[in-house]
């Protein structure tokens, strides 16, 4: 089965009104996104509740996972098993005693929180942060790039996956890196053709992951 990870897309709905920010939605799940991360920092509990309603209507017919990015009392009102942790959005063992049978991931800024990841058989994947520098990520603790990227595969217990600046035609030296998905945010939602884009990135990581 395809790792859900594998080409995970981050929401930036920003001013985007809502049915056209969900036909593109629609459109990237067309064109072969494995997953869905909700993640709007200006957004109340309760905005973020109908989004996420309004997401998971939208990715159910893929059967494509909306993963819940900081809250796993959103994860748990929206009734979806999936959690992204940054390092300061709270514990793996609290979001487990919110919501026990999940899948996590979470984000490494640090060699000591590699380790830390390492000793944790709770975790689904883990994601470096940021390799390249981008303008959609703020306050990056960690620019790892390339060399960084693969000492941490070196060492990764779990699956590492990798965010940051990463465009088609950096994807083939992240993956040879060691990374084994990523997530995008600004190079889908940006591009001309998003489906197109969509398509090219998933073709690259089946040729280098397998399908």
Not at 47 to 62: A, R, W
Not at 127 to 132: E, L
Not at 140 to 148: E, H, M, N, P
Request: glycine share 6%; net charge neutral; hydrophobic share 40%.
């Amino acid at each position: 089965m395809m790792p859900f990870y594998r080409l995970m897309l981050i929401t930036n709905k920003g001013n985007i009104p809502l049915p056209e920010y969900l036909d593109f939605i629609k459109e990237c799940a067309d064109s072969g996104i494995t997953s869905l991360q909700l993640r709007e920092k200006s957004l109340s509990f309760n905005e973020l509740v109908d989004f996420g309603e309004y997401l998971k209507e939208t990715l159910s017919p893929y059967n494509i996972p909306l993963i819940i990015n900081d809250f796993p009392l959103l994860a748990k009102a929206l009734k979806t098993p999936y959690i992204h942790l940054g390092q300061s959005d709270g514990s793996v063992e609290n979001a487990l005693s919110i919501m026990s049978d999940i899948q996590i991931g979470i984000s490494i800024d640090t060699i000591e929180n590699m380790h830390e990841a390492n000793c944790n058989d709770s975790l689904a994947y883990v994601t470096a942060s940021a390799i390249f520098s981008s303008n959609n990520k703020n306050n990056i603790k960690t620019v790892w790039g390339l060399l960084g990227l693969k000492k941490l595969s070196l060492i990764s217990k779990h699956p590492l996956t990798a965010i940051g600046g990463i465009t088609l035609n950096n994807i083939s030296d992240v993956l040879t890196h060691g990374a084994k998905g990523i997530a995008l945010i600004g190079e889908i939602h940006n591009a001309k053709n998003k489906s197109k884009t969509v398509k090219e990135f998933r073709q690259i990581l089946n040729s280098y992951l397998g399908v």
